[in-house]
């Protein structure tokens, strides 16, 4: 059974940082693709950041500069640092796998972890 655990969300100052981990199980980590949505209250769901079996790694224009995203496969596990936060990047965030390795469809998901920014 695939599981994708997220941690490391709470409530942080504009400018300030958090680091969200997920760790994965089910799955051959270092096969997969793996990437960070967010979605925030009425609107649609967008990747943040993805980092592919290969290593390339791709983020959304508004995080470019502040979120980096990294893996370890050894400990099977996703990280999202994000600094310099802002009130606009509040939003639950979810972790996702793409079995395929290339990043282009997501097959597994976390629960979520919520992540808000205060003025």
């Known amino acids: 059974q695939v599981q994708l655990v997220e941690s490391g969300g709470g409530l942080v100052q504009a400018g300030g940082s958090l680091r969200l981990s997920c760790s994965a199980s089910g799955i051959i980590f270092s096969f997969n693709a793996m990437g960070w949505y967010r979605q925030a209250p009425g609107k649609q769901r967008e990747l943040v950041a993805q980092i592919t079996r290969l290593g390339r790694i791709s983020y959304t224009d508004s995080v470019k500069g502040r979120f980096t995203i990294s893996r370890d496969n050894a400990k099977k596990t996703t990280y999202l640092q994000m600094n310099s936060l802002k009130p606009e990047d509040t939003a639950v965030y979810y972790c996702?796998?793409?079995?395929?390795?290339?990043?282009?469809?997501?097959?597994?998901w976390g629960q979520g972890t919520q992540v808000t920014v205060s003025s």
């Open positions: 996702a796998a793409d079995t395929s390795g290339s990043g282009s469809e997501y097959d597994y």
